[in-house]
């Protein structure tokens, strides 16, 4: 369905903003070859597959990052770019040691196993653990009105069901598992338990990022399952004297070395000019990541590879930026935007796929001037045949976010994503979650928008 | 996102077709308040739950439909309805019998099992089964210039990857299944084999429908998992005199009495007019149907409830209807369609959920003169929020078809499905295939929809 009214006014903005543009039949051409290649025979699935089964838990400053690094530099090398490049990243080495453990010991002395992961960056317990009584509170803000001092804090705030999109539920709870612990810190707590950041009601812990206050002595922090969750605060209910062990044998380690991915094919008009796609290598520790974010990776690559495959000739440099240490620090992101201010380099856009590898459904895209969005929906009626019909405005992915500064159009693909957050961060985030045709769809759309945009500017 | 030249447009339009449109913001509260009470304490889930677990294989002439039929009478009498019928409709009665198998037999005497089921509807093979050479064929074309007598043809085009949605690939493979056999049987074949319709690589096959020829004696059919039928494929090219052994224990009884389950909340100002929502309550005899439909029966029951949580008293008549025998005739729906002609029934829109329980993305709509989903594009701005951003032109889902000719609006709603045909037809259409959030969003915007019509007409 496409209106009359709606088609006209579609035409009178291409006209207005991009008058130069040439014949649409050969973008209508080119992105349904760009689709023909990535749905029959494309080897991103495999490749997901390669990076998910030889380098799980792939967290900045382990062996198995450093070993995707070099899987993603060969698979580049292989495939064939113009420039190939590892660039170096400092990056946090943190990691989670023995198993940690979570259990509750009722006033009656009977305790009880949670399923709980240390979140990431954690400061270990002490020697032997840490046991304390419990308070449960749904806010930062009660941190304020109430005594904490020597306790246990329970952030137990659910992700809110009724948002309709999960990754706004996930922004709105997740300040308890971001700096939560921190902040219950400052007001004397000795440690502290964290709803997982799901909608899934399962026994199933998600970890995640948390970060201290500077100044302030960090305190040992777990995230929960929902279901442990819900029978810790059920228990609390029942035995407002109960309280919790938790043992937790993570180790601070000095930074660490590693680099970024770049491969590149070179723009025949304007090589000094670039389009971007990029994913994250790292994934935390606990997970083989094919959604978070091997799919992004896998896709980043794919995007080069279907380019070349229908004989594009790109006019501005196509790269692909695998970055590293996107979950504890975005250190891979914020020294590629440090380098391309020094380089002065030119970003037309930089589009990053980090939302799992399901169905596309448009992008996200952000710029200075806040009319990305708008300048991209001259192409609504090349897009919507493939079912791209969101162009949404926003700040770009984590890790291409920072070029906003530098002048680039930032983005990011965005998926129908109701299942994401029922594995992200998790031992479940596996190779059977992605379906093959979504994964491949979504390389797909990124390579339509990187064609147009290198075709007829942003 | 939103253009400013295309909000204008949409205001004009709407203006335009709607001028006595009541205050917007009335319906961005109501839309939200039925999107808030889908996604907190919904029982959509629950129901799904219980009609795939009791009520598995629920094929027209079985008992386990007819107790689906009881179900499905209890749960909507059971939440609250102004009338409630039972429709009696005659539907057709096939049983499997005993597994069916399929063999090939080298030229050399050694014999390999292939995954396969029985179409449904097929003819059984001869007492002792039936063995003769194999011909592979990839379109029905072939037939004619094929010596196929005497042998078992073997239809084994795949969908096409190239098909951006799913539905379309299966359309386009389709005709081997439903007609395939009865074509085949015209040129004297005496069995037939096709490749499950499915984009998934597996050892799952795939039923389905099959019809014969007025007038030509049916003959054996069975579907191959599409890795079965890759296996037979290779095996025939090495061997070219390879024979295949069929046996079906499949029979025909007597047409069978069961009913389409009718509940409905009465309109205040136009009873007499009717919106409807619907699926089907029948599956094949193998699976438990979960997403093929059981999402459309349990959404569609939820729209009943959704109103009711909100307070909302309908000015039309909102009629839930529970269609029998969509699989193997369509009898449900052509019954009902022959009974609103009987009685000039007037149905402003009948809208039907059968693309399984995933995230909706917009609907499909169509009437006589052709302008349904430009005519419910005023309503875009209201349905973005929700990511329903897809308003295509189509005839109606295969049970609320018919009634286009009675003077109705038909639609169904469009969800994001690459995963739909892994599962269809096949004993892995299970509930952890169905995300509950996604099912609950879909009988949200069907809510959505109904609502609009019943304040605005359509």
Redesign the interface.
Known sequence: ?R????S???L??ATGLCAQSPAPDADTALLRHL??AA??DSPAYAHLGELVSQFPGRLSGSKKLEGAVQWGKGVLEKQGVDRLELQPVMVPHWERGAPESVRFISSDGKSAALAAFALGGSVPTPAGGLRASVVELHSLDELKTTDVKGKIVFFNRSMD??A???GDAYGGAGDQRNKGPGEAAKYGAVGALTRSLT?ALDDVPHTGFTGYQDGVPGIPAAALSTVAANRLSAALKADPRLQAELVINSTWFDPALSHNVIGELRGSAHPEQIILVGGHLDSWDVTPGAHDDGSGVVQSIEVLRLLQAVGYKPRHTIRCVLFVSEENSTNGGKEYARLVGEKKEVHLLALESDNGGY?P?GFQ?GNKAGDA??RA?RWRTLLE???L?????GPGGADVGPLIDHGATVGEIIT?S??YF?YHHTTIDTMDKV?P??LQ?GAAAMAALVYLVDQHGL
């Not at 209106?3 to 709606?6: A, D, I, K, T, V």
């Open positions: 369905m209106l009359p009214l709606f006209l006014a579609t009178t903005l689709y023909d749905l029959t069901p009724k309709v999109n999960p909608h169905q459904i895209l969005p708008a929906a045949p493939y079912r019909n969101v162009l949404e405005s129908e109701q299942r029922d379906n045709r979504e769809l």
